[in-house]
C-alpha cells in the first residue's frame, strides 16, 4: 500500500501505493500485501521498493529550510507578544498537568530500575523476577535512575517542545503538499477529524512522515486499520462511495489489517503501530458488537505496551535507552490513549478496567501543543446555501489533557461502584459518592471556558466533535457516580442512609444535559458521525428518563417526551453504532413490561424527516447558519424544543411521592447499566 514517494507528482501517487512492477507497467495497483491482485493474476514478482530520488529530497530538504526560517520569524513576534503582555498566561493554552504522586519517596524510586534493549534490538521492561535479568544492589539501579531523572530540566523542556512543535508543523505543510489518492486521502482526513483528537491513538506528524519513507512509526497494518475505522462513516459519502466499490465497500482494508496484524504477533516484534492497530480494531469491533474481539484486542494493546515499558516513563526511567524526543512524546501518549480506552471498553462491556496510573506511569504532559491552535472543520459535512462552518479553533490537546484527567476519576468510580463480582461493599460506594462526586465538581470548576458546553445556555454553534464528547462524557460519568444512589443495594440500606435528592437531581440534570448537548451536534453535523462514547451517553441518558418514568404516580408527558427522543436517536446511530441495536432492545422491553408505547408519543413530539432510518444524507439543512445568534433549528430530524424545557432544573424539586417511589425502586433490568446483550 506504500512505497517512498518520487520527484512527480504522478509518480508520487504511484510510490506511496503501487508496488514496483505496476509502476513500471504504468497501471494501477490495489496496493494488497503480499502480493497485489495484478501481480497475482499475471504471476509475476511483487515488491514495494522505490527508494526517493535526489532531487525529491533536494526539494525537501529546500522546503525545511524554507520553513524553519518561517518558524524562527513565528516564534520571535510570539515571544515579542508575549514579552509585551508581561508574560502572562494565555487561557488557552494547556497547562502541563504534572504526573500523581510525584513526591514519591526516594527509596521507592531508586528501586525501580529502567527501560532495556533485548537482544533483538526492541525496547522492554521486565521486573527483577523475570528470566532476562539478574538482582542487583539497589546502588546500582538507583545510579541509573538518578541520572534519568535529572536529565531533564525545565530549560531542556522548553528545548524539547520547540523541537517538537517545529517538526509537526513541518510535517504538516509537507502533508499538505503530498499527493495522497483517494480514497486514501479522504478517509485519513476523517480519522484526523472526528477520532484523534478525542482518543489520540496515532501521532500525526510521525505517521504521515514515515508513511512516505516508511519509517518506524508507519506500517501498512496501521494504514489499513485506520482506513477500514474510517469507513463506517464515509461508505455513504457521494465523493468517495464510487472509489470504494474496488475495495469491496471497504471491507478489504479491514482483511488486510487483520492479515497483516496476525503476522506481526506471529513475529513476535513488538511496534508503536501494532499497538494502534489493536486499539482502532478494538474500537471498531466494539462499535459493530462483537464484544469478544473487541475485548481481545484492547487486551493485546494493553499487553503490548507493557511489554515494551511504554507503561512507565520514558524521560524519568529511560536506563540505558536513548529515546528521541519524538520517541518519548509519542509512548507518553499512547500510554493515555490506552488508560483512556481501557475505561470506555470496560464501561461498555461492564468489566474491571485494566491499566492503572502508578508513580512511575508517563506524565499527562503533551509537549506538542501545535494541535491546540489548528482549526477545525467538519469533514464530510455539507451544508447547503453557501452556508460554512464558522473557523474554529481545535483545542484539541486542551481536550485530550482533561479527558485523560476526567478518566482518572472514571477509573476510580468503576472500582469502587462497579467491580463485575459484586465485592463493593455499601462503604466503599458511600465513601466513593462522597470522595469522587466532589472531585468531579473541580474538574467541572476547572474545565476552561473554550471546553465548557452549558447546556442551559447552548452557544450558537456546536462546538467540535471532540469537545461535545467530552461534555457528554461528564455527564454520563455523573449519572453513573450517582444512579447505583437511587436504588435499593441491600435490606436496611436505604434505612441507614435515606435516599439523599441531589442524587436524583444531580441523574436528572445531566441526563437533559446530554440530550440538550446531542441535539445541537446533530442540528449541526447530523447523526452520521456520531461515535460510540456519545451514543452511550444517550444511552445512559435514556436509563435515567425509564426509571423516572417506572417511579412516577401518573406519567409525565415531558418526561416520555425526552425518552422518545432518545429512541429515536440511538435507532438513527444504529446504522455506524450496531451495537446499540441491542441497547435499544432493552428499553423497548421495559417499555413494553410498563405497558408504554412511546410511538405516538415520537410522531406528535419529534419532527421527522421521512426518511430518517436512512442515514446516507450527506446534507445537513441549516439555514441562516452564519447569520444567526441561536442555534440551527431548522432541520426536519430537530428535538421538539419543548423537550428541553427546564433543561436546568432551577428550582427543581423532588416531591414525597416520588422520593417514595424512587426509595422502593428497583432496577427493572440488572444488565440495564452497560452494554451486556451484544447483536
Known amino acids: ?41 499475471r504471476n509475476d514478482t511483487c515488491l514495494y521498493k522505490l527508494s526517493p530520488t535526489l532531487s525529491y529530497t533536494e526539494r525537501l530538504e529546500s522546503r525545511v529550510k524554507e520553513l524553519e526560517h518561517q518558524l524562527s520569524q513565528f516564534q520571535e513576534s510570539r515571544q515579542s507578544s508575549e514579552n509585551a503582555s508581561n508574560g502572562t498566561k494565555d487561557e488557552a493554552s494547556p497547562a502541563p498537568v504534572a504526573s500523581p504522586d510525584e513526591s514519591t519517596s526516594s527509596d521507592r524510586t531508586r528501586a525501580f530500575k529502567g527501560l532495556r534493549i533485548d537482544d533483538r534490538g526492541a525496547i522492554t521492561y521486565h521486573g527483577t523476577t523475570s528470566f532476562f535479568q539478574l538482582p542487583t544492589p539497589s546502588q546500582d ?24 512543535v517545529k517538526n509537526a508543523w513541518e510535517q504538516r505543510v509537507l502533508e499538505t503538499s503530498a499527493e495522497t489518492p483517494e480514497p486514501f486521502q479522504y478517509l485519513l482526513r476523517a480519522h484526523w477529524c472526528w477520532i484523534q483528537p478525542l482518543f489520540n491513538f496515532v501521532y500525526r506528524p510521525a505517521f504521515t512522515r514515515d508513511m512516505e519513507v516508511l519509517g518506524p512509526y508507519y506500517s501498512h497494518t496501521l494504514l489499513n486499520a485506520m482506513l477500514s475505522h474510517s469507513v463506517r462513516w464515509c461508505k455513504n459519502d457521494a465523493k468517495i462511495s464510487h472509489l470504494l466499490v474496488q475495495y469491496e465497500s471497504g471491507q478489504l482494508f479491514y482483511r488486510q489489517a487483520r492479515t497483516l496484524l496476525f503476522n506481526e504477533i506471529r513475529q513476535g516484534h513488538s511496534s508503536v503501530p501494532t499497538v494502534q492497530t489493536l ?12 464484544r469478544t474481539q473487541a475485548w481481545l484486542y484492547s487486551g493485546m494493546a494493553f499487553r503490548l505496551i507493557e511489554d515494551m515499558g511504554i507503561c512507565i516513563d520514558g524521560q524519568r526511567y529511560a536506563g540505558n535507552v536513548r529515546l528521541s524526543d519524538e520517541d518519548i512524546e509519542i509512548r507518553h501518549r499512547l500510554f493515555w490513549s490506552c488508560y483512556f480506552w481501557d475505561k470506555m471498553i470496560s464501561l461498555y462491556l461492564g468489566r474491571s478496567p485494566t491499566l492503572q496510573h502508578s508513580s512511575v506511569s508517563p506524565p499527562q504532559v503533551m509537549l506538542d501543543d501545535s494541535a491546540e491552535t489548528e482549526l477545525w472543520t467538519p469533514h464530510g459535512v455539507v451544508y447547503p446555501n453557501d452556508v460554512e462552518y464558522p473557523p474554529t479553533q481545535a483545542h484539541s490537546i486542551s481536550c485530550f489533557t482533561r479527558m485523560c484527567r476526567l478518566s482518572e476519576i472514571f477509573n476510580r468510580i468503576l472500582v469502587a461502584m462497579y ?13 466513593c459518592v462522597s470522595i469522587e462526586g466532589p472531585a468531579l465538581n473541580a474538574w467541572w470548576s476547572e474545565l476552561p471556558d473554550f471546553l465548557r458546553i452549558e447546556a442551559k445556555s447552548l452557544p450558537p454553534h456546536c462546538p467540535p466533535s ?11 460519568f455523573k449519572i453513573l457516580l450517582y444512579r447505583p444512589m437511587l436504588f435499593q443495594r441491600s435490606p436496611g440500606s436505604r434505612k441507614q442512609h435515606g435516599l439523599d435528592p441531589n442524587h436524583l437531581v444531580e441523574c436528572i440534570s445531566s441526563a437533559t444535559s446530554i440530550i440538550a448537548i446531542f441535539d445541537l451536534f446533530c442540528r449541526t453535523f447530523g447523526h452520521r458521525y456520531c461515535i460510540l462514547s456519545l451514543s452511550y451517553s444517550v444511552y445512559t441518558a435514556a436509563s435515567i428518563f425509564l426509571l423516572q418514568i417506572q417511579a412516577a404516580v401518573s406519567h409525565d408527558d415531558q418526561t416520555l417526551n425526552r425518552l422518545a427522543f432518545c429512541l429515536n436517536s440511538l435507532e438513527r446511530v444504529k446504522s455506524s453504532n450496531l451495537v446499540i441495536g441491542s441497547s435499544l432492545g432493552l ?13 405516538k408519543q415520537a410522531s406528535s413530539q419529534v419532527s421527522m424527516s421521512p ?63 452497560s452494554f451486556q446483550e451484544w447483536s
Do not use: W
Open 141 to 164: 539501579s538507583s545510579a541509573e535512575v538518578a541520572v534519568s531523572e535529572t536529565s531533564d530540566p525545565s530549560s531542556e523542556s522548553m528545548g524539547r517542545r520547540e523541537r517538537l
Open 466 to 476: 471532540h469537545i461535545v464528547t467530552l461534555n457528554c462524557l461528564y455527564h454520563t
Open 611 to 673: 426518511n430518517y432510518q436512512d442515514d446516507t444524507r450527506s446534507v445537513t439543512q441549516i439555514s441562516d447558519y452564519a447569520q444567526s445568534s441561536h442555534p440551527p433549528s431548522t432541520l426536519k430530524d430537530h428535538i421538539d424544543p419543548q423537550l428541553l424545557q427546564g433543561c436546568s432544573l432551577d428550582g427543581f424539586e423532588v416531591s414525597s411521592e416520588m422520593l417514595e417511589a424512587f426509595s422502593n425502586l428497583e432496577p427493572m433490568d440488572p444488565t440495564f447499566s
Open 419 to 431: 467491580d463485575p463480582l459484586g465485592r463493593n461493599t455499601e462503604t466503599d460506594i458511600q465513601n
Open 279 to 290: 486499539l482502532l480494531l478494538s474500537a471498531q469491533e466494539c462499535g459493530a458488537g462483537n
Open 587 to 599: 428499553i423497548t422491553e421495559a417499555l413494553s413490561k410498563l405497558g408504554i408505547n412511546l410511538s
Open 1 to 41: 500500500m506504500s512505497s517512498a514517494p518520487t520527484s512527480s507528482v504522478k509518480a508520487t501517487k504511484k510510490s506511496a501505493f503501487s508496488c514496483d512492477t505496476c509502476r513500471k507497467r504504468k497501471v494501477r495497483c490495489d496496493g494488497q500485501q503480499p502480493v497485489c491482485r495484478r501481480c497475482a493474476i
